[in-house]
């Protein structure tokens, strides 16, 4: 029987927690991860199935004094295993933990991580979305040439893509921030 194994998945920028549960419901099926590379393609070695809590963290300002910032979550228990785009994983047995154990104990840290990935992942977005992507669909909505279709079909595409990735986040911090009201 394969000892390990290869999945291909896409999970968006606010997409942590459902990409911790896929780790996790992937660990409870007898499948570890073991690390995750562009484009999405994640790897797992066959392990006794273990109900083991995944989290992830996006903190560049942490990896700045990784030592210091890894030792933080090992004096909680939880075993730090890499960092992919700024995010940092983590893992805990259920069995170790007390109760519902989270890295982000309320809304409040939630909202400040995901203000953490507004500036490190979405205002470069934004910053290319405007000084480069824009004008060039606007130089190309002027031409009227064939293979300028083609272009004009990919940048649409491509801008609703981004457009897409920007409304995700907007609601999902919108949510938090109403939570982290009440």
């Keep these: 029987m394969k000892q390990t194994k290869k999945e291909f998945r896409i999970f968006l920028i606010t997409d942590y927690e459902k990409e911790g549960e896929y780790l996790s419901l992937r660990h409870s099926q007898g499948w570890k991860f073991v690390k995750v590379v562009f484009p999405g393609i994640y790897y797992f070695e066959k392990c006794t199935p273990e109900d083991v809590v995944y989290q992830l963290d996006y903190n560049q300002d942490g990896l700045s004094n990784k030592d210091e910032y890894v030792q ?12 992919f785009f700024g ?6 047995s259920r069995a170790a933990m007390d ?5 982000f104990c309320d809304e409040e840290s939630r909202l400040e991580m995901l203000q953490r990935v507004f500036q490190g992942r979405m205002l470069p977005l934004c910053i290319i979305l405007f000084g480069v992507f824009i004008p060039q669909l606007i130089s190309v909505i002027g031409e009227s040439r064939n293979d300028m279709t083609i272009i004009l079909i990919l940048y649409s595409i491509l801008f609703l893509i ?7 986040f ?5 949510q938090l921030k109403s939570h982290s009201k009440r």
């Design 72 to 83: 933080l979550f090992q004096d909680c228990g939880w075993e730090y295993l890499m960092d």
């Design 87 to 92: 995010y940092s994983y983590f893992r805990k």
């Design 99 to 103: 109760g519902d154990e989270q890295i």
């Design 162 to 168: 981004y457009l897409f990735v920007f409304v995700t």
């Design 170 to 174: 907007a609601v999902r911090y919108r």
